[in-house]
């Protein structure tokens, strides 16, 4: 078996193209948690634009508040990375990091970090000019009361320079944990299951 594919076209690939590929997705896909810890890294280089901390210290905080809520493991690496596609995606980064998470967490987790920009909007779209209330529209919807609580109790709060917080070393094994998943498991994603955030 070659390193390479015999092809310049998908079309024009063999099995033995593919089954070369699929065993180089497997090793690049073990190495996950790495690229997600090493985007972490970096978001700690520089602090978020006006802001007082880091875009890793908000993820910090954020996670540092879930677990002392007693929240599981889901939730904690939920607030950790809720922001890791600020990057990136600055325009849409809620739905660029929910799926960064989605085949490895519960999906209310997911639908919670896909949707948190929106809910974050009730503490500042009036000062623009915008409609502060824009995240009514999911009223209905089974994770409207754990968006509005994790953005009030670990997101929208998490910008304190002074908040006690624990270092990512704290939270690697966390994440190397979700990220060992198989994804998109039945049994981790539990569709339609709303879970309690805090113990």
Known sequence: MTNTVSFTQMKDGTKADYEMLEQAEKSYVALTADRVLDELSRQGEASIEGYKITRLDHGLQSATRA????????WVVGALLHDIGDGLAPQN???FSAEVIRPYVRWDVAWVVEHHGI???????HHYGWDQNA?????DHPCFESCATFCERWDQA???PDYETRP???FE??????FARKAYDPNVIREGFVSELTA
Do not use: C, N, T, W
């Not at 809910?119 to 779209?125: P, V």
């Open 173 to 178: 094994p966390l994440v190397r944990e979700v």
């Open 168 to 170: 990512l070393s704290h």
């Open 67 to 74: 677990e002392q809520d007693g929240a599981d493991i889901d």
């Open 93 to 95: 980064h809620d739905r």
């Open 135 to 139: 995240r009514d529209r999911f009223k």
């Open 158 to 160: 998490s910008f304190d």
């Open 119 to 125: 809910f974050q909007m009730i503490y500042y779209a």
